[in-house]
């Protein structure tokens, strides 16, 4: 070959490990969609990996992915910390953006976290978008949609019931490392006493899953999922963890952030 003859750099492109179940679904920082693994067709649900502002050791401010910093060394830690029946298990970490020919955009060569299928679809499923609610000012609208009306369609009381308990349990781990024993119900401790409370940050019905019901359930599990924009927070011990809201949210997510948000020292869990 002639050596004065340029050659033309070809890159392969990376087989993907997981691919979207639907394609035409938009993924987004704060979304959780559905994909298939490759190898043998089983589908799970996965999230994009933020980028985060790190400093170097000379005091200076750069944007790198949070893939490349935390996860690979903190994945079995993190798993391990999210090992409750209410919260969805971290299956896999797929980082291609290091990878050559491929993209750091959202999709099948971006970097993801892949959770647990939660096969029954999450609670978003069940109620009206958020496009069609009312602006936050409005009062008056709110005020009427919060009053007790028998002709509005609702969810069965079970269902918020089991919603409700499956959550609250979820976050009772989270904030202060206490959940129940298994095998004697109804006993509650605490596992860890310098535990370090983790703020979801990210409470709606889009991360709120089920799996379909076994057997004689009414209900299957119900767990929450959606680590996007996660916190650690310094032990709080008996005290409430709260932190600051996350800017820039998308609309459907601020419709369900707390009224009212205390600024505590943080930092990404993932």
């Known amino acids: 070959m002639d050596p004065r003859i340029p ?37 799970f649900l996965a999230t994009k990996v933020p980028k985060v502002f790190v400093k170097d050791t000379n005091g200076n401010s750069t944007k790198t992915l949070l893939a490349d910093v935390i996860l690979p060394v903190a994945a079995v830690p993190i798993s391990l910390i999210l090992n409750h029946p209410n919260l969805i298990s971290l299956v896999d970490i797929v980082t291609n953006s290091n990878l ?64 409700l308990r499956s959550i609250s349990r979820a976050l009772l781990w989270l904030h202060y490392g206490v959940k129940e024993t298994i095998g004697i119900p109804g006993d509650f401790q605490k596992h860890d006493d310098d535990w370090h409370a983790i703020l979801i940050m990210d409470v709606s019905p889009g991360q709120i899953w089920f799996k379909s019901p076994v057997g004689e359930e009414t209900y299957g599990e119900c767990k929450l999922g959606g680590f996007q924009w996660a916190k650690v927070t310094g032990a709080v011990g008996g005290s409430v963890a709260m ?7 998308p609309i459907e997510k601020q419709y369900f952030f707390p009224p009212v948000s205390s600024i505590v020292k943080y930092h990404d869990i993932m």
Not at 243 to 249: D, L, S, T
């Open 243 to 249: 932190a600051p809201k996350v800017e820039n949210a």
């Open 100 to 163: 050559e020919g491929t993209s750091t955009a959202a999709g099948p060569y971006g970097d993801i976290t892949v959770w647990e299928d939660m096969d029954a679809g999450s609670l978003s499923y069940l109620l009206p978008s958020a496009s069609t609610y009312p602006p936050f000012h409005d009062e008056a609208t709110w005020h009427v949609l919060a009053s007790q009306n028998y002709t509005r369609p609702a969810l069965p009381e079970g269902l918020c019931w089991h919603v």
């Open 7 to 43: 050659v033309k750099s070809t890159k392969v492109p990376v087989q993907p490990r997981y691919i979207p179940q639907d394609p035409s679904e938009l993924q987004h920082i704060a979304s959780t969609i559905k994909v298939v693994r490759t190898s043998d067709q089983s589908k």
